[in-house]
Structures are given as C-alpha cells and as structure tokens.
T-cell receptor, first 114, second 114 residues
Framework: DSGVTQTPKHLITATGQRVTLRCSPR?????VYWYQQSLDQGLQFLIQ???????AKGNILERFSAQQFPDLHSELNLSSLELGDSALYFCASRWGDRGTGELFFGEGSRLTVL | GENVEQHPSTLSVQEGDSAVIKCTYSDSASNYFPWYKQELGKGPQLIID?????GEKKDQRIAVTLNKTAKHFSLHITETQPEDSAVYFCAASLSRSNDYKLSFGAGTTVTVRA
C-alpha cells in the first residue's frame, strides 16, 4: 500500500459529460502529480501541485483542470468528455520539492467514456 | 520537453535467466533516472533509481547503468523469478528544486516463464 488513495476506482460515463477524480496523498506529502495512462502508452504527465499551488504543467487538455485543497487532497476535473479520454488516471505524491525523487502512486482511477 | 524511448515493448524470459531493458532520453540536462514496476491492477512503484553523477547502481538482483554521453540507461534483472513479471517503466527528469516531473517511457511487459 503506497498510502495514496484515489477514488473512484472505476467510472463509466458518456461523451460530453464531466467527472471529478479525487486523490488523497500520503500523510505529510505536499506535492501531488497527475498522470494519464492510455492503452499501450506510457504515463503522460498532466499537472503537478505543491502545497496548493500549481507547479508544473504537462500535456493537459484545456478541458481538464485540477486543484489542490488546503488539506492537500487534489481533484482532477475532466469535462466535455470524449471517447479518447478513456484511460487510467494516476495520482502520485511526494514529500516536497527536494530530496528523494520517489513518487508514490495510487492504484488509479479507470475512466471509460462510452 | 524530454522524450524517453524504451525497448523492447515486450520481453519473455525463462526463469533464472537475465532480463535487460534499454531506454534513451533526449534532454542532455536530465539528471535523474528512475525505474518503476507496475503489477496488474496496481500503481507503479519505484524499484531503483540513478542520478547522473554515477554510472551504475545495484540493489540485489537489480542493477541500472547510465551512459550520459550516449544518453541511454538500462535496467538489468538477474536470476529472474515469476514475481518479476510486470510492466517496467523507465523515466527521466531534470531534478530542479521546484520541478520533478518525470517523463516516462512506454513500458516493457516482462513475462518470466516457469
């Protein structure tokens, strides 16, 4: 158990809809990262937050947004969903900006868009 | 941005044999190279990492080598066991103080035959 909790584990929705994925980082971890894993593809970095502030952005679509709350949990919002958004979305956390680079991943939220 | 290529995409080895996975990266400024193992239904987990100031690192049956000149690094698993069957991802990152986003390879599915 990595200590990172993601909900929901599975989600099925229709095109055009909006969903919210939730992540609780390890206790004490200030950094949260979101990754997308599509079929036969590696992990694509979406966005990083550190202590409530956006720190780095990857190839995140404009239809997607995220935030990190004062209690350090994070949410990834996906709107106007398309079939191609079907993927496994991972959240990872890390203690801070410095030191070990190890990311601790949750078990992912599998999104299916029909 | 950083581009990481990983080969092979699949690898089948006999139990007890060695497995080697190779990755190349594009950004010569990258200085942190972790390897993650993803078991079925789980999130990726760090198994070993190496920084650019060393050329090789070992941890029991696992070793990683880094060639900065050629911009490639490799994972070596010796005496493979059935529990080594998983998807392995290499990654590269420039570990600045406020930016630790990892660029991952596409993954290698390793199957260890009993």
């Amino acid at each position: 158990d990595s200590g990172v909790t993601q909900t929901p584990k599975h989600l099925i929705t229709a095109t055009g809809q909006r969903v919210t994925l939730r992540c609780s980082p390890r206790s004490g971890d200030l950094s949260v990262y979101w990754y997308q894993q599509s079929l036969d593809q590696g992990l694509q970095f979406l966005i990083q937050y550190y202590n409530g502030e956006e720190r780095a952005k990857g190839n995140i679509l404009e239809r997607f947004s995220a935030q990190q709350f004062p209690d350090l949990h994070s949410e990834l919002n996906l709107s106007s969903l398309e079939l191609g958004d079907s993927a496994l979305y991972f959240c990872a956390s890390r203690w801070g900006d410095r030191g070990t680079g190890e990311l601790f991943f949750g078990e992912g939220s599998r999104l299916t868009v029909l | 941005g950083e581009n990481v290529e990983q080969h092979p995409s699949t690898l089948s080895v006999q139990e007890g044999d060695s497995a080697v996975i190779k990755c190349t990266y594009s950004d010569s400024a990258s200085n942190y190279f972790p390897w993650y193992k993803q078991e079925l239904g789980k999130g990726p987990q760090l198994i070993i990492d190496i920084r650019s100031n060393v050329g090789e690192k070992k941890d029991q049956r696992i070793a990683v080598t880094l060639n900065k000149t050629a911009k490639h690094f490799s994972l070596h698993i010796t005496e493979t066991q059935p529990e080594d069957s998983a998807v392995y991802f290499c990654a590269a990152s420039l570990s600045r103080s406020n930016d630790y986003k990892l660029s991952f390879g596409a993954g290698t599915t390793v199957t260890v035959r009993a």
